[in-house]
Nanobody, 122 residues
């Protein structure tokens, strides 16, 4: 069992930045960020392979968001720049992908945090 805890959400104006943090209680080969906008389904945002540092991003946030990890490889971050109102969502961290395919699919992950709210105003 891996516990996952997010932090760092908040409110910001469009064009601003936020950094989210995610701490896992044990090693995980893959860690990822997802988000769920109001009234919509959860969607993948960014993935990191903790051993290699390789990353994958959703097209909607490429060039604006960056996933990274701490040296201990149990803490990952999501740096979000140039935030837009459509980035408003509950952001979740996940760990423990069941498959190396479909890493941006929520159903692929075993362990989830409780989520942190990000609100971007115009």
């Amino acid at each position: 069992q891996v516990q996952v805890v997010e932090s760092g959400g908040g409110s910001v104006q469009a064009g601003g930045s936020l950094r989210l943090s995610c701490a896992a209680s044990a090693d995980a080969t893959v860690m990822a960020w997802f988000r769920q906008p109001p009234g919509k389904e959860r969607e993948g945002v960014a993935v990191i392979y903790t051993r290699s540092g390789l990353t994958t991003y959703a097209d909607s946030i490429k060039g604006r968001f960056t996933i990274s990890q701490d040296n201990n490889k149990r803490t990952v971050y999501l740096q979000m720049n140039d935030l837009k109102t459509e980035d408003t969502a509950v952001y979740y961290c996940a760990a423990g992908a069941a498959s190396q395919a479909a890493l941006l699919e929520p159903s692929n992950y075993y362990y989830w945090g409780q989520g942190t709210q990000v609100t971007v105003s115009s």
